[in-house]
C-alpha cells in the first residue's frame, strides 16, 4: 500500500497547489503604499495563501505516500449520469438569456431526472415547466429577485 | 428583570399576523429540507437571502429561525425512516432510529425524537434568553486583538476538531478566507486577488459559493454514484404516541441531551456533531437495557436529537452577542445581518433590540409550531420523502440556477456557481469538509478586520495577541485545539505497545 501514489489524489493536491500558486501571484500583485506598510492589505492574503500553500503540499506529499489517511478507494464515476446532468447544466447556461429562465428550467430539469435513471423525458419536462413556473412565480414576484425576462415569463 | 420585559415586548412583535406567518414558512420550510436527504438550512438559508431586500429585518430573520429549527426537526425523520441521515447532526438518531423504524416501532422513534427536540429546543431558547445578556457584558470589554483570537479558535474548532482530517479541514479553511478576500480592500480601496477583472470588485457572493457548493455538488456528487442504488424508505408504524414505558425511558436522556448540547453549541468550538456523540455514548452507558443499543433502544434517539436541538439554541449565543458563527446556518445568517447593513456582536442587543429580542420570541413561537408539524402531520413528511429521486434533484438545480442567476443575471455567475460545484464534488470524493470554507469565507474578513484594528492600535507589534492575557488564553486554547488531539493519540498508542 505504501509509497503506491494515488493518481487521482495527487491531481486534487495539485490543483489546490495551483489555487495556492494563483492566490501568491495575486497577493504580489497587490501594490502597497508606503503609509500601509505595516499592517496593510496584503498582510491577510499572505496568511492566507501561505496556510493554504504548505497545507496543499502536506496533501500532495500525503498523496504521493499511499493516499489520504482515512480515504479509501473510491469507485469509478458513474459517468452517463454525470454526462446528463453536466449536459443539462450547460443546457441551461445556454438557454437563461436567450429564450428565458422557463426553457432552461425544462432543460436542466429533464437532463437531470435523465441522469437519475427517469425514462420519462417529455413527463419530466412538463414536470420542468411546472416548477420553472412555479418557481418563477414564487421568486420573481414575490420574493423580488429579477431572474431576466424571457419567451414565457412576460406572460405571468 | 429586565429581560423578562425585553422578551415580551419581543413576543408583542413576533406575534403580529404577518411575523407569525413568516415563523411558519419558515418552520414548514426548514422541516421540508431538514426531511429532504442532500439539502438542508445552510442551502435554505442561502436561496432566501434576497428576502432581505424586502421584508422588514425581524420578519426576516424570524423566517430563518423557523428554517433553522425546523431543520433540526425534520433531520430526525429522515435517519429514523430512510438511514440517510438529513443533517450531518442527525448521524447519531439514525443509529438506533433506525433500527427501531425496522422493528415496526418508527412512530415512538419519531415522537421521542419530535418532544424530546421540543423540550430541548425550549430549555435552550430559555439559557439563551437568559445568558445572552450576561454573555454581552463580557463581550463589551473585549478590544480587537480578543475578538481575532476568538475568531481564531472558531477557525481551529471549525476545521481541525470537526471531520476527518485536521490538514483537510484546515486547507479548506484557507481556502474560504481566500475567497472572502476576493474584491476591493474596504480600507485602502485597493482590488485585491481580482484577477484585474471588473467582475470580481465586489467580491465573490456568498450565495452563489453556499448553492454551489450545497445543491450543485451535493447533485454531480450523487448523480457520480447513481450506479451504486438507492436507499429503502421504511414505511411509518407503530403508534405516535409515547407509551408510559417509553416516556419513562425518554425524559431523563431528552433533559441529558439538552445539558450536554447547550454549552457545546455556545462555545466558539461549535458544531451538532460533537454533542450527539457524547450524548448517545453517555446514555449507552447509563443504560439500564445496553444489550438493547444497536437493536433500537429509544434513549439512543431521545438523548442525541435533545442534544443537537440544544446545541442549535447554544450555536445562537456567539453568534448574536459575538457576531461569531460557528455552524454553516449561522454564517449564512450572518451574511444576512450585513446585508441589512447590521454587524451582530454585543452592540446589537443595544443598537437592534427589538429585532433580536422578536428573533428570540420566535424561538420559543417556532417550537411550539414545529411540535405541531411535526407530530399529527408527520404523513405530510412522510410523502415528501416519497418523492422520486430524478426529479427531486432536477427541482434542487433549477432552485440553485435562480439563486446564481438572480443575483445579476449573470451567466458568468452560473458558470462560477457550477466550477464551485464541480470542485465540491471532488471535495464530497476526497472526504473534505465544506463546513470551514462557508465559514472562512464569511468570518475571513471580519477577522481581518480585528487584526488590522488590534495592529493598528499597537503600532503594527504583532506580539499584542500574545501580550494581552485574555488573547494569550484564547490562542493557547486554539494552538491546543490543533496539537491535543494528535498528541494524546500518539501517548495512547505508544503506551499500548509498552
Given at each position: 500500500m505504501r509509497f503506491r501514489p494515488r493518481r487521482d489524489e495527487v491531481a486534487f493536491a495539485l490543483l489546490l497547489l495551483a489555487l495556492a500558486g494563483l492566490v501568491v501571484w495575486q497577493t504580489v500583485a497587490i501594490p502597497v503604499s508606503p503609509i500601509y506598510?505595516?499592517?496593510?492589505?496584503?498582510a491577510f492574503p499572505w496568511i492566507a495563501a501561505t496556510g493554504l500553500l504548505l497545507l496543499s503540499l502536506v496533501l500532495l506529499l500525503q498523496a504521493l505516500r499511499g493516499?489520504?489517511?482515512?480515504?479509501g478507494r473510491r469507485q469509478a464515476p458513474d459517468w452517463r449520469s454525470l454526462g446528463w446532468v453536466g449536459a443539462g447544466l450547460a443546457a441551461n447556461a445556454a438557454l437563461?438569456?436567450?429564450?428565458g429562465f422557463v426553457f432552461a428550467a425544462v432543460a436542466l430539469f429533464a437532463c437531470t431526472a435523465r441522469g437519475f435513471g427517469s425514462r420519462r423525458p417529455i413527463r419530466d419536462a412538463l414536470i420542468g415547466a411546472v416548477v420553472g413556473f412555479a418557481a418563477f412565480f414564487g421568486?420573481?414576484?414575490?420574493?423580488?429577485?429579477?431572474i431576466g425576462a424571457g419567451v414565457l415569463e412576460g406572460l405571468l | 428583570m429586565e429581560t423578562v420585559g425585553l422578551l415580551l415586548s419581543g413576543f408583542a412583535t413576533a406575534l403580529t399576523p404577518q411575523n407569525l406567518l413568516f415563523a411558519f414558512a419558515g418552520c414548514f420550510l426548514g422541516t421540508a429540507v431538514g426531511v429532504l436527504?442532500?439539502?438542508?438550512p445552510a442551502l435554505t438559508v442561502a436561496l432566501l437571502l434576497p428576502i432581505t431586500f424586502k421584508v422588514p429585518a425581524a420578519s426576516a430573520f424570524i423566517l430563518f429561525a423557523g428554517v433553522y429549527y425546523g431543520a433540526m426537526y425534520g433531520g430526525a425523520t429522515t435517519s429514523i425512516l430512510?438511514?440517510?441521515?438529513?443533517e450531518s447532526a442527525t448521524v447519531i438518531t439514525a443509529l438506533e432510529g433506525f433500527q427501531m423504524a425496522k422493528r415496526g416501532r418508527a412512530g415512538p422513534a419519531l415522537a421521542t425524537a419530535a418532544v424530546g427536540s421540543f423540550v430541548a429546543g425550549t430549555i435552550g431558547t430559555a439559557a439563551l434568553t437568559f445568558f445572552a445578556p450576561v454573555l454581552v457584558e463580557l463581550a463589551l470589554r473585549l478590544g480587537p486583538a480578543e475578538y481575532f483570537s476568538l475568531m481564531v479558535i472558531a477557525f481551529v474548532a471549525v476545521s481541525?476538531?470537526?471531520?476527518?482530517s485536521p490538514v483537510r479541514g484546515l486547507a479548506m479553511l484557507f481556502l474560504g478566507l481566500v475567497l472572502g478576500i476576493?474584491?476591493?480592500?474596504?480600507?485602502?480601496?485597493q482590488p485585491r486577488l481580482?484577477?484585474?477583472?471588473?467582475?470580481l470588485l465586489d467580491g465573490i457572493e456568498v450565495t452563489i459559493v453556499a448553492v454551489g457548493l450545497f445543491a450543485v455538488a451535493e447533485t454531480l456528487h450523487l448523480a457520480s454514484r447513481h450506479r451504486y442504488g438507492e436507499d429503502e424508505l421504511l414505511p411509518l408504524s407503530g403508534s405516535l404516541w409515547l407509551t408510559r414505558e417509553d416516556f419513562a425511558r425518554s425524559w431523563k436522556p431528552w433533559l441529558r441531551g439538552t445539558v450536554i448540547g447547550f454549552p457545546l453549541g455556545a462555545i466558539?468550538?461549535?458544531?451538532a456533531e460533537l454533542p450527539t456523540f457524547l450524548s448517545y455514548s453517555l446514555e449507552r452507558r447509563l443504560?439500564?437495557?445496553?444489550?438493547e443499543f444497536g437493536r433500537g433502544a429509544i434513549e439512543g434517539v431521545a438523548g442525541p436529537e435533545a442534544a443537537n436541538n440544544a446545541s442549535a439554541a447554544g450555536v445562537l449565543m456567539p453568534m448574536l452577542?459575538?457576531?461569531?458563527?460557528?455552524s454553516v446556518t449561522a454564517a449564512i445568517m450572518l451574511s444576512a445581518f450585513q446585508s441589512y447593513g447590521i454587524q451582530p456582536g454585543p452592540m446589537l442587543f443595544q443598537n437592534q433590540s427589538e429585532l433580536v429580542w422578536s428573533m428570540i420570541a420566535s424561538l420559543y413561537i417556532g417550537n411550539a409550531m414545529l411540535l405541531v408539524l411535526n407530530l399529527p402531520l408527520i404523513g405530510l413528511w412522510v410523502r415528501v420523502l416519497r418523492i422520486p429521486r430524478p426529479q427531486f434533484y432536477g427541482g434542487i438545480l433549477v432552485f440553485a440556477t435562480i439563486g446564481a442567476y438572480g443575483v445579476a443575471n449573470s451567466v458568468v455567475d452560473l458558470a462560477v456557481m457550477y466550477a464551485v460545484g464541480v470542485f465540491g464534488m471532488l471535495m464530497k470524493r476526497y472526504d473534505f469538509p465544506v463546513a470551514p470554507v462557508v465559514i472562512g469565507m464569511i468570518l475571513g474578513p471580519l477577522a481581518e478586520q480585528s487584526f488590522r484594528q488590534a495592529m493598528t492600535i499597537s503600532q503594527g507589534d504583532p506580539t499584542a495577541f500574545i501580550t494581552r492575557p485574555v488573547s494569550a488564553t484564547l490562542l493557547a486554547l486554539a494552538l491546543a485545539l490543533v496539537v491535543a488531539p494528535p498528541v494524546l493519540r500518539a501517548l495512547a498508542a505508544s503506551r499500548r505497545r509498552a
Open positions: 506598510a505595516r499592517v496593510g492589505p496584503t493516499g489520504l489517511p482515512g480515504v437563461i438569456s436567450t429564450l421568486f420573481a414576484r414575490l420574493l423580488g429577485v429579477n | 436527504p442532500g439539502i438542508g430512510l438511514n440517510t441521515p438529513g481541525a476538531v470537526l471531520g476527518s476576493v474584491g476591493v480592500d474596504l480600507q485602502t480601496g481580482t484577477f484585474g477583472l471588473i467582475e466558539p468550538a461549535g458544531g443504560s439500564r437495557w445496553p444489550e452577542t459575538l457576531g461569531l458563527p460557528t
